[in-house]
């Protein structure tokens, strides 16, 4: 139900999508938190697009209430939903002061991704803002980052920097960006590196408007989407890895 209300909301569908989601809020168990937090967030968004913001809105506000003290890996993913929907709809100032809050718990728990997507967002109001200044200083912040290992922050700033190229709408330095991760992940073997490369291709695709060929890339490969669990398709749209647009 998970998958099949996500396919439905990035073929267009949302009205589709918002009883299967509901279906897979309500059945899957808290051991499947990822999957579960997917699933809301397809709904919220799903709620969004088809004229119930405000449920949207509530929906991952009292998500986020009562996970926030014992189950903080969900939490984040609520937030960044609903920093997700802010971003949408244009309401910068209410994503600014949702951002910082996001920051400052990704920044608690050292989670370096959940920290890359909210300067992601922050960069996203600056440069909307027109303070150009502010968005270099981000860029900076975001060099700052405590690394996993040499590899792992190599790569989380290689997809920063992307998603940052995509928001210029320059198609041509991400590009050369996902070029240079993808020599690099295979110079290290690491396969799983090459299959998020894919992931995030698509996904900055489907924001520079490619729907069709983002479509058909998620037809060809759902079955091995939902072998994995269905964790690369939900990065399409935006997950855990926190990079993405």
């Not at 088809?50 to 926030?68: K, N, P, V």
């Not at 370096?112 to 909307?128: D, E, G, I, K």
């Not at 792992?152 to 190229?165: D, P």
């Amino acid at each position: 139900e998970s998958l099949r209300s996500c396919l439905n909301f990035m073929q267009g569908r949302p009205d589709l999508a918002i009883d299967s989601a509901r279906s897979a809020v309500d059945s899957l168990p808290e051991k499947m938190w990822f999957a579960k937090a997917m699933a809301v967030r397809t709904l919220a968004q799903s709620l969004q697009r088809t004229g119930f913001y405000g449920e949207a809105i509530t929906l991952l506000r009292e998500e986020i209430e009562r996970s926030i003290q014992d189950r903080k890996a969900y939490s984040l993913l609520m937030m960044e939903s609903l920093c997700t929907i802010y971003q949408y709809e244009g309401e910068n100032h209410t994503l600014m002061s949702s951002t910082q809050s996001l920051l400052q718990m990704a920044q608690e728990m050292r989670d370096v991704n959940a920290q890359a997507f909210a300067y992601l967002c922050l960069y996203v109001v600056h440069y909307r803002w027109n303070e150009l200044d502010k968005c270099a200083e981000i860029q900076t912040l975001v060099g700052q980052l405590p690394p996993i290992s040499n590899l792992e922050l190599n790569f989380r700033f290689q997809m920063c920097y992307a998603g940052i190229s995509v928001l210029a709408k320059d198609r041509e330095n991400m590009e050369r960006i996902l070029m240079q991760a993808t020599e690099q992940t295979l110079t290290a073997g690491s396969r799983y590196r090459l299959e998020e490369i894919d992931v995030a291709r698509a996904r900055f695709a489907l924001v520079l408007g490619e729907k069709e060929g983002v479509f058909r890339w998620l037809e060809a490969n759902e079955a091995r989407l939902e072998a994995n669990g269905s964790e690369d398709f939900f990065a399409v749209y935006g997950t855990a890895h926190g990079m993405y647009l």
